[in-house]
């Protein structure tokens, strides 16, 4: 790539000045400059369809060639510069770890909180680097200060963890979990919103909200229902597991006071990586769930006590947020858009095959769920592994039961060929 292209293309990024993350993420890599050429001579709208472009970014990851995986939904995998970097770093700590890891890469931590405030549209000293959104979360959950009979609001949908975190509390302090269950796919956001705010009393004191939901993709209206939580005086806790770096938006426009996201699912950050966000005057009411010498501090880094744990994941946090950048969170969210449409228009189509997930992009994005009538989920996604080799996993959670599809920015509509045909054999086999 020439440099007056790739000006161009930094110039359509409104990158320039931060040029050295793309000679650090292309330093003699073909393959990113490939992406990096391609990016710079189309429009977002071609590269939407430009299966040579989404195979070029394929070849950036080191996925299986024989295994489709469609569950991207539980983690994702690393590209290959994010993969380099964790072995480079880790090496790097292995030569005197003492020294490299607390007095080199220690040295990161703060250009890296940096780079994810811009990310994430907030300041640095609203975030803390965790390993995931559950040790992000727990220390939400746990760190606020609640009075025995005091509500929390939250939802039969909301992840297990989450779930057990408040449900610790309930037993152990006498809280009371005020439970709403949701009845999804739904495009109907005044339903969403009422089936939280109708929940509020006067004893409301937290309302838990998952933006995304990891069993069927659908998108809760965060935003409103914090919006009127805090009307009320209720604080919101917002899981955003499943939407960070998958849709676009900054965290403080969600409104929420407290927010926690892993970053190896749709960043495709090391596994072990997520952050927490808490709104700069809720920081010294939050206690930390690993005890800070000064556990009322407003300072953020009052949660990141966590002994020692692998720099070198965190710090290849990094060059995730630059592959990122380099795809562009626009592009990305509509590609994963195109792919979600792409399966569910055809599956659709298919007689006794159903769509559980609702195709309004304001509802849902690359997660979906279907079903094919008259045959067990689990059987579904079993035979999809077994006869064709196509990873999908099976939910079957309180109201909900389907087989769960998430392509990756690394899936090809090839890929998606390959699980559609799967699927019409299997319901012509039933009928
Ligand atoms: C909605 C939601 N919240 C929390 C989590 C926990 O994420 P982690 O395992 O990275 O802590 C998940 C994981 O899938 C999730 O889907």
Same mark, same amino acid.
């Given at each position: 790539?020439?440099?007056?292209?790739?000006?161009?293309?930094?110039?359509?990024?409104?990158?320039?000045?931060?040029?050295?993350?793309?000679?650090?993420?292309?330093?003699?890599?073909?393959?990113?400059?490939?992406?990096?050429?391609?990016?710079?001579?189309?429009?977002?709208?071609?590269?939407?369809?430009?299966?040579?472009?989404?195979?070029?970014?394929?070849?950036?990851?080191?996925?299986?060639?024989?295994?489709?995986?469609?569950?991207?939904?539980?983690?994702?995998?690393?590209?290959?510069?994010? @993969?380099?970097?964790?072995?480079?770093?880790?090496?790097?700590?292995?030569?005197?770890?003492?020294?490299?890891?607390? $007095?080199?890469?220690?040295?990161?931590?703060?250009?890296?909180?940096?780079?994810?405030?811009?990310?994430?549209?907030?300041?640095?000293?609203?975030?803390?680097?965790?390993?995931?959104?559950?040790?992000?979360?727990?220390?939400?959950?746990?760190?606020?200060?609640?009075?025995? +009979?005091?509500?929390? %609001?939250?939802?039969?949908?909301?992840?297990?963890?989450?779930?057990?975190?408040?449900?610790?509390?309930?037993?152990?302090?006498?809280?009371?979990?005020?439970?709403?269950?949701?009845?999804?796919?739904?495009?109907?956001?005044?339903?969403?919103?009422?089936?939280?705010?109708?929940?509020?009393?006067?004893?409301?004191?937290?309302?838990?909200?998952? #933006?995304?939901?990891?069993?069927?993709?659908?998108?809760?209206?965060? @935003?409103?229902? =914090?919006?009127?939580?805090?009307?009320?005086?209720?604080?919101?806790?917002?899981?955003?597991? #499943?939407?960070?770096? #998958?849709?676009?938006?900054?965290?403080?426009?969600?409104?929420?006071?407290?927010?926690?996201?892993?970053? #190896?699912?749709?960043?495709? =950050?090391?596994?072990?990586? +997520?952050?927490?966000?808490?709104?700069?005057?809720?920081?010294?009411?939050?206690?930390?769930?690993?005890?800070?010498?000064?556990?009322?501090?407003?300072?953020? $880094?009052?949660?990141?006590?966590?002994?020692?744990r692998s720099f070198a994941i965190e710090q290849a946090i990094g060059q995730a947020i630059d592959?990122?950048?380099?795809?562009?969170?626009?592009?990305?969210?509509?590609?994963?858009?195109?792919?979600?449409?792409?399966?569910?228009? /055809?599956?659709?189509?298919?007689?006794?095959?159903?769509?559980?997930?609702?195709?309004?992009?304001?509802?849902?994005?690359?997660?979906?769920?279907?079903?094919?009538?008259?045959?067990?989920?689990?059987?579904?996604?079993?035979?999809?592994?077994?006869?064709?080799?196509?990873?999908? %996993?099976?939910?079957?959670?309180?109201?909900?039961?389907? %087989?769960?599809?998430?392509?990756?920015?690394?899936?090809?509509?090839?890929?998606?060929?390959?699980?559609?045909?799967?699927?019409? /054999?299997? %319901?012509?086999?039933?009928?």
């Amino acid at each position: 790539m020439n440099i007056a292209s790739r000006r161009n293309f930094l110039v359509k990024l409104g990158a320039v000045g931060s040029l050295s993350f793309l000679s650090n993420l292309s330093r003699g890599n073909n393959q990113i400059d490939s992406i990096i050429s391609a990016k710079a001579e189309k429009s977002e709208d071609e590269l939407v369809t430009d299966e040579t472009f989404w195979y070029q970014i394929k070849m950036a990851f080191s996925v299986s060639p024989t295994l489709i995986n469609l569950n991207n939904g539980g983690v994702s995998p690393q590209p290959k510069v994010v @993969q380099d970097a964790v072995e480079r770093y880790n090496k790097l700590s292995n030569e005197t770890p003492s020294f490299y890891m607390w $007095r080199t890469l220690d040295d990161g931590r703060e250009p890296l909180r940096r780079k994810l405030a811009e990310l994430a549209g907030c300041s640095p000293d609203n975030l803390a680097i965790m390993r995931n959104s559950s040790e992000a979360l727990e220390n939400i959950i746990f760190g606020i200060t609640l009075q025995r +009979g005091d509500e929390v %609001v939250l939802s039969k949908q909301d992840y297990p963890n989450m779930i057990n975190a408040w449900k610790q509390r309930e037993h152990r302090e006498g809280i009371v979990l005020k439970w709403i269950s949701l009845d999804l796919p739904t495009t109907d956001e005044d339903y969403l919103y009422r089936s939280y705010t109708q929940a509020f009393t006067n004893k409301t004191k937290v309302v838990h909200i998952t #933006h995304l939901i990891n069993w069927c993709g659908q998108i809760v209206p965060t @935003q409103k229902i =914090a919006i009127e939580a805090r009307s009320k005086g209720i604080l919101s806790v917002i899981d955003g597991a #499943h939407s960070f770096a #998958h849709i676009e938006y900054n965290i403080p426009d969600l409104e929420g006071d407290f927010y926690g996201t892993s970053l #190896h699912k749709w960043l495709c =950050a090391p596994f072990g990586s +997520g952050l927490l966000y808490v709104k700069k005057d809720k920081i010294s009411s939050l206690y930390p769930l690993m005890a800070a010498g000064d556990p009322v501090s407003s300072d953020i $880094r009052k949660f990141e006590n966590l002994g020692t744990r692998s720099f070198a994941i965190e710090q290849a946090i990094g060059q995730a947020i630059d592959f990122h950048y380099m795809i562009g969170g626009s592009l990305k969210q509509k590609r994963l858009e195109y792919l979600k449409q792409y399966w569910c228009n /055809k599956l659709k189509k298919l007689n006794g095959v159903s769509i559980h997930t609702p195709l309004d992009p304001k509802f849902s994005c690359a997660i979906a769920n279907f079903k094919i009538a008259n045959m067990e989920t689990h059987a579904i996604s079993s035979e999809l592994l077994s006869k064709y080799k196509v990873h999908t %996993v099976s939910i079957v959670w309180d109201n909900i039961d389907s %087989v769960r599809v998430t392509p990756n920015v690394y899936t090809t509509t090839r890929d998606l060929d390959v699980f559609i045909q799967a699927v019409e /054999k299997m %319901v012509a086999s039933k009928s």
